[in-house]
């Protein structure tokens, strides 16, 4: 495999290799140490090949996750330290490939599956198996070649075996032994991997000096982190900041929890009034690999329920397939498109729930085609899928009510009226760009009456309502479930808002109907 006695440039190469698999592994390390609180629940909950039950037992279990948080941590900073310092390189070497097959083998990136989206695209082959890899290349490279604290014990052996004359140094030691006139510049080489530490912490000075400046100088200016154009990073909340557990109501047999994430912004149906460059812009954000990202971390902030238009089942259908995922879905099915072949496609495609969505209900009630939404909540219905009627119109709900056509949930808009737009609307029918919910008084009282589960939606009026005020005003006033677009940055914020809401909770004006 390797040439004898090695070259300048075999060993030149060797040595980056260890070193750069050294630097990645230490500094990995550092990071998690400084994070405080990082843990591998996510990576670990997500394996969905080989060993992924043993996986998602450790994720389960707290004090075992503390002993595999601690190993990963340790693990990495101290295999790291060894393969730059070239100190127990083999031993290094074996437990870093061991440390790097084991991602692997919890997240490969396999059509089918699973693996966690990060950085890059990977197919079969990602940067754990290369370093893994590397790693077995390191353990098989004879002792030394590599200049290090390992060699240069190799080399001082050999030199006061040859010197008392007791024997001759191996043959793989051997360019190390004739050195013997040249000791100072031996130690220099083989101490090599101090500097390169030295070199590591220079940077990790410089790097947290530069986040400690930038802080430093928004803290100063007093930027507004939200609209700042100059805004450098986005510090929203992670995982670890989680506050509270989201808590579930049932539809039928499903088990739902109470803030489901919506589509329309993943979709790129922003509603975003007079900027009609928006909706483009949320578009081309979700990327498939954000989609699936923000899907990963609903499900760890406990949103379980995914609810959009048919035209998403594309993005859906591959995270289930691809990524192993489990949130479940609720189809809205409407949209110009022709309701029961919407129903059909999106029970076909796996959906978990349909209803008819609310443009549409309202479209057919004014045009007195009742009997088609009684057609969609058969055909879901015969399906063993639990079917819903939405509506933007209060009236849309009443006329079906008055007609006999019971659902098995609602989902209807709710909103107070207490925002600048709302103002400048128009009138109570100008649902288009400010208002979602024309009357909410009467949507109150009206939902009041009726015993199914109630999804609101357009609780935040496309963003003109703050969430801590729309949440805790639509849970007081009778929704059993909150449909709420969200982005990825907002997920964790929204899931803390929407516990808080439903603890602070002294009365509702409807009882739980889920």
């Not at 030149?12 to 230490?26: F, K, P, S």
């Not at 100063?220 to 579930?248: F, I, P």
């Not at 993943?266 to 954000?285: E, F, K, M, P, Q």
């Not at 498109?337 to 076909?348: F, Y």
Request: hydrophobic share 45%; with cysteine.
């Amino acid at each position: 495999m390797f040439p004898s006695p090695p070259t300048a440039l075999t060993r030149l190469v060797l040595t980056l290799l260890r070193m750069a698999i050294g630097w990645h592994l230490l500094y990995e390390g550092i990071v998690k140490i400084r994070a405080g609180g990082w843990t591998s629940a996510e990576y670990l909950a997500g394996s969905t090949w080989l060993l992924s039950g043993y996986f998602r037992r450790m994720a389960e279990s707290p004090g075992l996750l503390c002993a595999v948080d601690l190993l990963n941590i340790w693990g990495l900073t101290l295999i790291g330290a060894a393969l730059v310092l070239g100190v127990l390189t083999r031993t290094a070497a074996f437990l870093g490939a061991v440390l790097l097959g084991l991602y692997y083998l919890a997240n490969p990136p396999f059509v089918g599956a699973g693996g966690m989206v990060g950085e890059g695209h990977y197919l079969i082959v990602n940067k754990n198996l290369v370093e893994a890899l590397g790693m077995l290349l390191l353990l098989a490279a004879p002792k030394g070649w590599m200049p290090g604290v390992d060699s240069l014990v190799v080399a001082r052996r050999c030199r006061k075996a040859a010197l008392s004359g007791e024997g001759r140094p191996d043959a793989a030691a051997g360019s190390e032994a004739v050195e013997a006139a040249a000791p100072r510049r031996e130690l220099l080489r083989h101490l090599i991997g101090f500097p390169v530490l030295g070199a590591l912490a220079y940077a990790l000075y410089h790097k947290r000096r530069w986040e400690s400046l930038e802080e430093k100088y928004l803290l100063a200016q007093k930027v507004d982190a939200t609209t700042s154009a100059t805004l450098k990073h986005l510090n929203y909340a992670r995982l670890s900041d989680l506050k509270g557990t989201m808590s579930y109501g049932r539809i039928g047999q499903l088990r739902i929890s109470r803030l489901i994430l919506g589509g329309n912004l993943i979709g790129g149906w922003a509603h975003s009034r007079d900027l009609t460059y928006v909706s483009d812009l949320v578009l081309a954000y979700h990327t498939d690999d954000r989609v699936i990202s923000t899907f990963r971390l609903a499900e760890k902030c406990g949103i379980n329920t995914f609810l959009t238009h048919p035209k998403l089942l594309r993005i859906i259908r591959k995270y289930w397939r691809e990524y192993g995922g489990t949130i479940q879905y609720i189809a809205d099915c409407g949209g110009g498109g022709e309701l029961l072949g919407m129903v059909r496609l999106a029970i076909e495609a796996g959906a978990h729930a349909c209803y008819v969505q609310g443009a549409t209900a309202d479209r057919l009630v004014r045009e007195g085609k009742l009997d088609e939404i009684r057609q969609g909540l058969e055909v879901t219905r015969a399906a063993g899928l639990p079917a819903g009627i939405g509506a933007h119109r209060i009236e849309t709900i009443k006329a079906c009510v008055a007609a006999g056509i019971r659902p098995d949930f609602w989902m209807k808009t709710l909103h107070h009226h207490n925002y600048w737009s709302a103002g400048q609307s128009g009138g109570r029918d100008n649902t288009l760009y400010s208002i979602f919910c024309p009357d909410p008084q009467e949507t109150i009282e009206v939902m009041r009456q009726l015993p199914e589960p109630w999804i609101a939606f357009k609780v935040l009026a496309a963003g003109a309502i703050a969430p801590s005020d729309g949440f805790a005003y639509a849970f007081r006033h009778g929704a059993d479930f909150l449909c709420v677009g969200m982005y990825d940055f907002q997920l964790v914020q929204d899931v803390n808002i929407a516990c808080q809401a439903l603890a602070a909770l002294s009365g509702r004006d409807r009882p739980w109907c889920a």
